[in-house]
């Protein structure tokens, strides 16, 4: 019963994640690879060398941010029925755990006859860079935003793998889909919008707009959007921050940066904006720019009646 409930609770993570992703462009992932285990120490549960791992995902894509390199990502898929441990060395546990299973799949997968195969037809520029993306979710409605990220800020890791893994949590998973969907509801045609990031640049024959969300930026607390439609263009900053003078600066100064002064509107969305309580000292942080004619206007995207405050008269 217990084996069941698991596979039904693995089924359920794996088409939530599959949606998701369909929905940041990565539709094109390969799914459900079986990759033959060539380490010897890579063992089951019990104790027996395995003969094969099981590879929820692969995505291809040419990274915009460096010159002649394509990216190889692994994602496995975790799912919780109920609600995150409640305790700080389980999570700790948890995580090492799913950590360390995906290092040996990546280990493995990376001399897959299969996935070399796709990647050749891919056509992959002359750097190949391999990098891990562990979705771990929970489905308790209680809990359905949860942050599992500040209970292993402080977690010390002890691995072999140079191999890096990014982590996208409920928490993560909720803010991409409350952005996606205030996106999507203005319904113009739009594309994520790639700045300058990590120390990174654009190559010069890239462009800045994107159909699918490179992992960079799936793993940031910032996502620009561009709109454009026609004549008009805006670029959307969505902020998985509380609203704050410090806050709201920083994200107008990286709006300005973005846009390098060729977008005339520039909106800036955070969770818990309130107009009612927040416009004045949101007038008063846009005073630090006044030399910048852009027009730049806050708003939540977590929408209630309050919504209907930042819209026009």
């Given amino acids: ?78 799912n ?11 999570l700790k546990r948890q995580f090492k755990e799913h950590l360390a299973e995906l290092h040996e799949i990546i280990e493995c997968a990376i001399y897959s006859e299969e996935i070399n195969e796709a990647l050749s037809n891919f056509k992959p520029k002359r750097n190949v860079f391999h990098s891990g993306l562990l979705i771990w979710l929970s489905n308790d409605l209680d809990s359905i935003d949860s942050d599992v990220k500040p209970a292993l800020a402080n977690m010390l890791i002890e691995q072999e793998s140079a191999i890096p893994v990014y982590l996208l949590d409920a928490s993560r998973a909720s803010f991409l889909m409350k952005i996606l969907d205030d996106v999507q509801r203005r319904g113009m045609p739009w594309s994520f919008y790639l700045p300058e990031v990590m120390g990174t640049s654009l190559t010069v024959d890239e462009s800045r707009n994107k159909k699918f969300l490179p992992l960079e930026l799936l793993a940031s607390d910032i996502v620009p959007i561009l709109i ?27 709006g300005f940066k973005f846009s390098g ?53």
């Fill in 228 to 254: 454009s439609d026609g004549e008009k263009r805006e670029l959307i900053i969505y902020a998985d921050q509380p609203f704050g003078g410090n806050a709201y600066k920083k994200l107008m100064a990286y």
């Fill in 1 to 78: 019963m217990a084996g069941e409930k698991s596979k039904t609770s693995g089924e359920i993570g794996e088409k939530i994640a599959g949606r998701l992703l369909e929905k940041i462009g990565w539709a094109g992932s390969l799914k459900n690879i079986p990759i033959p285990c060539n380490t010897r120490s890579h063992v089951n549960e019990a104790g027996n060398q395995r003969t094969s791992h099981g590879e929820d995902r692969v995505f291809f894509y040419n990274n915009p941010f460096y010159d002649a390199r394509t990216d190889v990502v692994h994602v496995s898929v975790k």
């Fill in 261 to 313: 002064g060729a977008i005339p509107n520039i909106r800036i969305g955070m969770p818990d904006y309130n107009a009612s309580r927040d416009l004045s000292e949101a007038q008063r942080v846009r005073l630090s720019f006044s030399e910048r004619e852009e027009k730049v206007e806050p708003f939540s995207f977590n929408r209630s009646f309050l919504a209907l405050l930042d819209e026009g008269e």
């Fill in 80 to 90: 919780k029925s109920g609600a995150y441990s409640a305790s700080e060395a389980t």
